[in-house]
């Protein structure tokens, strides 16, 4: 893959475009992951939901770090598929 060029999501964090030696076909990182066409940081997507996740509500996240709300309705739906990955990760990063 070679990359084209980098743009920048909200509160600027680059992402990058990499074009297909084989079809030359260009696509961002995040394509069919579950971060396609979302331009919240990574960091910010952690924050809410471990807000969320510590009893927050989705208004009161929303409020406190000034997002809409139906983007943070669909993060967990998306994050679904990712539950055993995400578990893991976090078992083998706790302290």
């Known amino acids: 893959m070679e990359e084209q ?8 964090e680059t992402r990058r475009i990499f074009r ?5 076909d260009c696509f961002s990182e995040t394509k069919r992951t579950f971060l396609e ?3 919240v ?3 910010k997507i952690a924050q ?5 996740n510590d009893g927050m509500g989705i208004n009161a ?4 770090f000034k997002g809409a709300k139906n983007p943070v309705d669909d ?3 998306r994050l679904a598929g990712l539950k055993e990955t995400l578990l893991l990760y976090a ?5």
């Open 75 to 77: 993060w967990p739906e």
């Open 5 to 12: 060029r980098k743009y920048k999501v909200q509160a600027g």
């Open 37 to 39: 066409r979302l331009r």
């Open 91 to 95: 078992l083998c990063h706790s302290a």
């Open 20 to 24: 297909c030696p084989h079809c030359g």
């Open 48 to 52: 809410v939901l471990h807000a969320l």
């Open 61 to 64: 996240g929303c409020r406190t």
């Open 41 to 43: 940081p990574l960091r």
